[in-house]
T-cell receptor, first 115, second 114 residues
Framework: GAVVSQHPSWVICKSGTSVKIECRSL??????MFWYRQFPKQSLMLMATSNEGSKATYEQGVEKDKFLINHASLTLSTLTVTSAHPEDSSFYIC???????????FGPGTRLTVT | AQTVTQSQPEMSVQEAETVTLSCTYDTSESDYYLFWYKQPPSRQMILVIR??????QNATENRFSVNFQKAAKSFSLKISDSQLGDAAMYFC???????????FGKGTHLIIQP
């Protein structure tokens, strides 16, 4: 399958600051990228879908002003958590697609800890 | 709305034996794609197997196979000859494909007993 990278793999930030997470598709052009959130011992929840060059579509209950998503190119999407608070601490996973039979290729995830 | 349900929080199996993980889904979409993903402790999501819901034929990938019951909206995963490396969280997921994200079940923690 295709390779998707995320950077950083782990970030610690202070409450009130913003943090940016990058998602890159390394060997294919991703027309669509997805951002998921996973709390400890829980499942993945879709946060938003971004298409290259257009505004992201957010799932119900996700604050779009808090989680800013930019998909500026076919290989890069960024998620910025603005004014982070401890409750934003979570594991954020991006995926890129569509692949064969609509498979999504997942990045390794980013652990965000807000102190 | 789409839902994916995994009713087994944890399953345990002896090495070399067979285990079946259950999953049901609910959607009104005719074009729907179903996936099983494995998430080891590294938390990297790994595709195990996929199934197009409009196809009746069950997908198979080496030791992994699905039992797809379209009328019952059931999509179970069978792992044959279980190996220690199969120990992980397994998530069932579904989606319409294309520009739509996936809906995941709550996951099943698979333990392999040596």
């Amino acid at each position: 399958g295709a390779v998707v990278s995320q950077h950083p793999s782990w970030v610690i930030c202070k409450s009130g600051t913003s943090v940016k997470i990058e998602c890159r598709s390394l060997d294919f052009q991703a027309t669509t990228m997805f951002w998921y959130r996973q709390f400890p011992k829980q499942s993945l929840m879709l946060m938003a879908t971004s298409n290259e060059g257009s505004k992201a579509t957010y799932e119900q209950g996700v604050e779009k002003d808090k989680f800013l998503i930019n998909h500026a190119s076919l290989t890069l999407s960024t998620l910025t958590v603005t004014s982070a608070h401890p409750e934003d601490s979570s594991f954020y996973i991006c995926s890129a697609g569509p692949g064969t039979l609509y498979e999504q290729y997942f990045g390794p995830g980013t652990r965000l800890t807000v102190t | 709305a789409q839902t994916v349900t995994q009713s087994q929080p944890e399953m345990s199996v002896q090495e070399a034996e067979t285990v079946t993980l259950s999953c049901t889904y609910d959607t009104s979409e005719s074009d729907y794609y179903l996936f099983w993903y494995k998430q080891p402790p590294s938390r990297q999501m790994i595709l195990v197997i996929r199934q197009e819901a409009y196809k009746q034929q069950n997908a198979t990938e080496n030791r992994f196979s699905v039992n797809f019951q379209k009328a019952a909206k059931s999509f179970s995963l069978k792992i044959s000859d279980s190996q220690l490396g199969d120990a992980a969280m397994y998530f069932c997921a579904g989606g319409r494909g294309g520009a739509d994200g996936l809906t995941f079940g709550k996951g099943t923690h698979l333990i392999i007993q040596p």
